[in-house]
């Protein structure tokens, strides 16, 4: 890290409460049969979602490789999709090719909001209109375009966070970048996340693929975190101790809090043990489950 970047990560650490815009996709679904078609469209089981309540899940391919990660809210009848930027028009398009089926519709909500991820453990929302999705210590909010401002007047006293500090907090808590950390040769299960996918639920598109691998054998390897001695480059090759291919490296950054460099990568299976120890060039690097800070 430079030394701004340095600086400004403790002044983030200090306040504990920092904020930054993202440009995200926001994507509602409604209609008497939009649980039957979400069901068979997305990994995780719509129908067990209660009013306020969110998920995470993926839009498969018919070979079960990750076309979008996202998280869904249901609000009443209506069901709220935020994605990555990368991501937003394939889920929309995904999604809207249904609506001609049946009592299913879909409306990209994107343009009519500003998106914020607020890093703060106690934040919380004054403007009943917005749009939050929560996670621990993070609230990531979709504003109305025109209450944006007052929204800004709750973060006046917020630290506003780099690109680099941003990609430092994204790394450490183990998030997947689409288009970087995973993309379409990604199969789901390689992602690593929790409660992605509902293995009790009925057929939906590669859902074939994603249950063998989850009932009959496992994963070829999965996307995980590193310890790192050194400094390593995205897509340096990972061997193990004996030679052998252990995978590769995705995201590296520098850890101020772990001060060390530390990496995601997908390692194959027989090396995804917490504690393996690997090399990449010269560099050992040591599996770490994600996140590296809880």
């Known amino acids: ?12 650490s200090k306040s504990d409460f920092g904020y930054k815009e993202l ?3 926001l994507i509602a679904v409604s209609g008497r049969e939009a649980v039957q078609f979400l069901n068979g469209l997305i990994t995780n089981d719509v129908s ?3 009013d306020g309540a969110q998920m995470r899940a993926a839009f498969p391919n018919a070979q079960g490789r990750l076309l979008a990660l996202v998280r869904v809210l249901r609000r009443g009848d209506k069901f709220l999709f935020e994605t990555e930027a990368a991501t937003r028009e394939k889920v929309f398009q995904n999604l809207f090719r249904f609506t001609y089926a049946g009592d299913f519709f879909v409306e990209d909500l994107s343009e009519q ?3 914020f991820e607020v890093r703060s453990p106690d934040f919380e929302i004054q403007n009943s209109d917005s749009i939050v999705f929560e996670s621990l210590n993070n609230t990531s909010c979709f504003i109305p375009l025109e209450k944006t401002e ?12 780099s690109d680099a500090l941003y990609e430092v907090l994204r790394v450490e808590n183990g998030e997947p970048l ?19 996918v509902s293995y009790n639920k009925g057929c939906y598109i590669g859902q074939e693929i994603i249950a063998r691998i989850h009932f009959r054998g496992h994963i070829a390897k999965q996307l995980t975190g590193l310890i790192l001695e ?3 480059q995205p897509n340096d090759e990972l061997k193990s ?4 291919n252990a995978g590769r490296v995705t995201s590296v950054i520098f850890s101020p809090q772990l001060e060390k460099y530390i990496a995601l990568a997908f390692v194959r299976y027989d090396f995804l043990a917490e504690g393996t120890e690997l090399k990449i060039n010269e560099t050992t690097a040591t599996v770490k489950n994600l996140p590296f800070i809880d």
């Open 150 to 161: 007052d929204f800004k007047g709750q973060l006046k006293n917020a630290v506003e966070i």
């Open 48 to 50: 067990k979602l209660e």
């Open 23 to 25: 440009p995200r996709g």
């Open 230 to 232: 050194g400094n390593v």
């Open 241 to 244: 101790l004996e030679g052998k």
């Open 113 to 115: 909001y500003r998106y």
């Open 178 to 196: 689409y288009g970087v950390d995973v993309d379409e040769t990604t199969i789901v299960p390689e992602t690593g996340i929790a409660n992605v």
């Open 1 to 12: 890290m430079t030394k701004l970047e340095a600086t400004e990560f403790e002044k983030f």
